[in-house]
């Protein structure tokens, strides 16, 4: 079978496109895993620090995302995230929730995939007066949050929540963030954050719209008629017609 060189030049073409596009799009799926929760400093009554810290992300996108291998830094180290158990899941599905749990946790869990770190501790432990985490995959930085200890859930029992992951979530002081409620349940690993307001609604254009061409019809027509009565004659300008 011949093939002509134009076919040749053209499947070149694809596969060039193919290998750029892939990797874009897979960035931006690994993009969609948000932190929205975490437990820094838990209550002396609900356990010590070393077992009971976690750190929950959620899927805020529409396609699964393997988290198996990725990365988790404090301000002291980084860990590679794995299965709390050998072979146990680590894909986060669209709306779903998975916490990293030190890996000797004695946390109830509720609910969502459990995943763990490659040694006994998130960073060197989440730092009690405020820390610095960054969720990577490899070299591309997926997430980063800085939280402060002035922002809430200081002991008391309560986890730091995001109150919508679809939002800024950089700092814990910008607002989007909370003390989970009530502080006697240890925050909601695996679940729906207790503070969450949901989506917002997307702010229609068209009334900003329509209010610039308002305004900028209002101008042009305040220009046009303080031009043209400079140049009316002078009997016919609307002062001396009255
Ligand atoms: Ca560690
Ligand atoms: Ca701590
Ligand atoms: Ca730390
Ligand atoms: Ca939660």
């Known amino acids: 079978m011949k093939v002509g060189i134009s076919a040749i030049v053209l499947l070149i073409v694809f596969q060039c496109m193919a290998l750029f596009l892939f990797p874009v799009a897979a960035l931006a799926t690994d993009s969609d895993i948000v932190i929205n929760e975490i437990m820094y400093n838990p209550a002396t009554s609900q356990g010590s620090d070393t077992n009971y810290e976690y750190i929950e992300l959620v899927n805020i996108g529409t396609q699964s995302v393997d988290v198996n291998g990725w990365q988790i830094s404090d301000n002291a180290e980084t860990d590679t995230i794995g299965p709390y158990h050998p072979g146990s899941p680590t894909t ?36 009690n007066t405020g ?65 969450y307001i949901g989506p917002l609604p997307p702010v229609p254009e068209y009334p900003v719209i329509l209010l610039c061409s308002l305004g900028l019809v209002a101008l042009a027509s305040i220009i046009f008629f303080a031009r043209n009565r400079r140049s009316l004659p002078r009997e016919l300008k609307i002062g001396n017609m009255l």
């Not at 730091?160 to 979530?169: A, G, I, S, V, Y």
């Open 92 to 127: 986060i599905h669209p709306g779903g929730y998975a916490f990293i749990r030190d890996n000797d946790s004695y946390l109830v869990v509720k609910s969502g995939i459990h995943l763990a770190v490659d040694d006994s501790n998130i960073g060197n432990n989440l730092n």
């Open 131 to 195: 820390d610095d985490l960054t969720l990577s995959n490899g070299a591309v930085i997926i997430d980063t949050v800085s939280y402060e200890s002035g922002d809430g859930a200081d002991g008391n029992g309560s986890s730091l929540e995001c109150r919508n992951p679809t939002l800024d979530n950089s700092t814990t002081g910008n607002g989007n963030w909370g003390e989970s409620t009530p502080s006697s349940e240890y925050g909601t690993p695996g679940l729906q954050n207790s503070i």
